[in-house]
């Protein structure tokens, strides 16, 4: 198995910030995972800290023999950017990690996506006719093509980051490393 990135970052992904940033971190993450919410909270305090300098990339990685809600939550967040566009993914994948104790059933999914001005039982229809699941399923086969055995995981720069990313000051000095221009 590889410590690198096998499918190569691109405008299929969900991003955030700059594509010429000097650091790219990817997450494989699971929107069922507590693990992955408490990532996330981490995630934004690295990227106000990097500013411009970060690109943030989602990939699913939905644990569903663990995570029963898992595939349908990355189906809510395709199907809202597929609706709504880039922004509203971003508002939606937000909102399901902040909101992961509530529950991540069919008609929550879709009441997040109405929170956010998007068509709830448009969702719905796009959940139940797999419409998203071939691009979760790509993102799942990258990811395990790439040695990604749990969730979250996290690449910087296309290489596996193994150390601890809970210590949000020990990661941000990871990526600063990374962000330094090689001498």
Sequence with gaps: MSAHLVLPVSARDHALGPADAPVTLVKYGDYECPHCARAHPVVRQLRAHLGDRLRFVFRNFPL???????E???????AVAALAGEDAFWAMHDRIYEHQGEGLGDHALAAHAAALGVDGDA???EIRGETHLPRIREDFMSGVRSGVNGTPTFYVNGARF?????DVHAFARALEAA????R
């Design 72 to 78: 349908h939550a990355a189906e809510a967040a395709e």
């Design 179 to 182: 962000a330094a221009p090689s």
């Design 162 to 166: 193994d150390d601890d990313w809970s």
């Design 64 to 70: 569903t023999e663990i995570h029963r809600h898992a």
């Design 123 to 125: 969702v719905l229809r």
